[in-house]
């Protein structure tokens, strides 16, 4: 078989929720579990997080998922409903719902439910994505008060700028300012907020990358945070080649051995989800030690330098990423963040879950 491997570690992301659970004691916990978990598997993290108080999700298909599975936390919608037919549906399932539009508004007031659903009104705080205006919002939420469909109703926004110098003050003051006279639990932090501004933390807190190990915040590594890794991408060597000074590797030729240089040929590539984008000298790390990726990835395989790791032959252990080289850290060297990494895990790439 070949090799690849994606390895959950549940015990991770309990600890990782603990961590939540100690920065924001006051606050009950969201986990985001979107996007397949973050491209490990919804039901594995599910249950690497079912201490977690409520768990949302983007697609109903995912809440659904997670009931059949006879997870019976809150599950949060976070966009809402995309179309009116999936409102009895949601209630059906006890789903809450974000409501950051007036036709989300007009839908919940226009349909017949079985049972009321909680929802969560959703300020636009400067990020201008979704949400309501300021000005407009308290008068939705009154809105909702009087629909008969909302059960509990939750006040909250999600920042732009958490994750840098800017922080989430400018919001904030928007926020409070405008939800001064409403009386209703609040959910303001993504795990940027959550690490970063005990002030924000609120009643409910929203982590999502943070429980899976990776760090919200450019240049700060989550193991500064106390966070352990969930995912260990792992592969093996499958060829070796000798290469004289002035030989090259692999497409395009972008690495030139200036001296005799040891190559190993890893089975992972950009069609498991490794970004083509790393550049030679990417962090890699063979029998556990940290070398360089040399070469353009490609479809199915990558390069990387063992001139100085003598055991390393066809057959030696390689972490693509995991304890040994972090995620951000491959992430940093291609350009992008280690959400990005995560979630492209292909649908290739066997994944095993161990405690
Ligand atoms: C994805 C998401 C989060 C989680 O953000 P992280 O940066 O991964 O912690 C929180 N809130 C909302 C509304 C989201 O869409």
Redesign the pocket.
């Known amino acids: 078989m070949r090799p690849i491997q994606a390895t959950i570690h549940l015990a991770a992301l309990r600890h990782n929720l603990d961590v939540v659970q100690m920065s924001a004691p006051q606050s009950k916990v969201i986990a ?1 579990v ?1 996007a397949n978990g973050y491209g490990h598997g919804l039901l594995n993290v599910a249950q690497g997080l079912k201490a977690a108080d409520m768990f ?1 999700v983007l697609r109903i298909e995912e809440a659904t998922t997670l009931r059949d599975a006879s997870y019976q936390h809150p599950i949060l919608l ?1 966009e809402g409903v995309f179309d009116a037919y999936e409102l009895p549906l949601a209630a059906q399932h006890q789903l809450s719902l974000v409501i950051h539009c007036v036709q989300q508004v007009e839908m919940l007031e226009q349909v017949t439910l079985a049972r009321k659903v909680q929802v969560f009104v959703k300020m636009n705080t400067g990020m201008n994505r979704l949400g309501f205006k300021p000005e407009l919002y308290p008068d939705i939420v009154k809105r909702l008060e009087r629909c008969e469909n909302v059960a509990q109703l939750c006040l909250m926004t ?1 920042f732009a700028t958490a994750d840098d110098a800017r922080g989430v003050g400018q919001a904030q003051a928007i926020f409070n300012a405008s939800v001064s006279g409403l009386q209703h639990p609040i959910s303001l932090a ?3 907020a959550i690490l970063r501004y005990p002030e924000a933390h609120a009643d409910y807190v ?5 429980l899976y190990g990776a760090s ?1 915040v450019a240049g700060v590594s989550a193991q500064s945070y106390g966070l352990q890794p969930v995912m260990r991408l792992g592969s093996k060597i499958i060829a070796t080649q000798n290469l004289q000074a002035g030989e090259s590797v692999g497409y395009g030729a972008i690495f030139t051995a200036e001296k005799p240089t040891r190559i190993g040929v890893v089975a992972c590539g950009y069609a498991d989800g490794y970004p083509r984008h790393a550049p030679n000298g990417t962090p890699i790390a063979v029998l556990g030690k940290r070398t360089r990726t040399v070469g353009r990835v490609s479809m199915d395989m990558l390069f990387v330098d063992i001139s100085e790791i003598a055991e390393a032959d066809i057959g030696a252990e390689v972490e693509l990423w995991g304890n040994t080289v972090s995620v951000d850290e491959v992430a940093q060297a291609s350009g992008t963040i280690g ?1 990005e990494l995560l979630c492209a895990i292909s649908s290739r790439v066997p994944m095993k879950v161990v405690e």
Not at 206 to 210: A, K, L, T
């Open positions: 985001v979107k949302a976070l999600h993504n795990s940027a929203r982590p999502g990358i943070m919200p959400y």
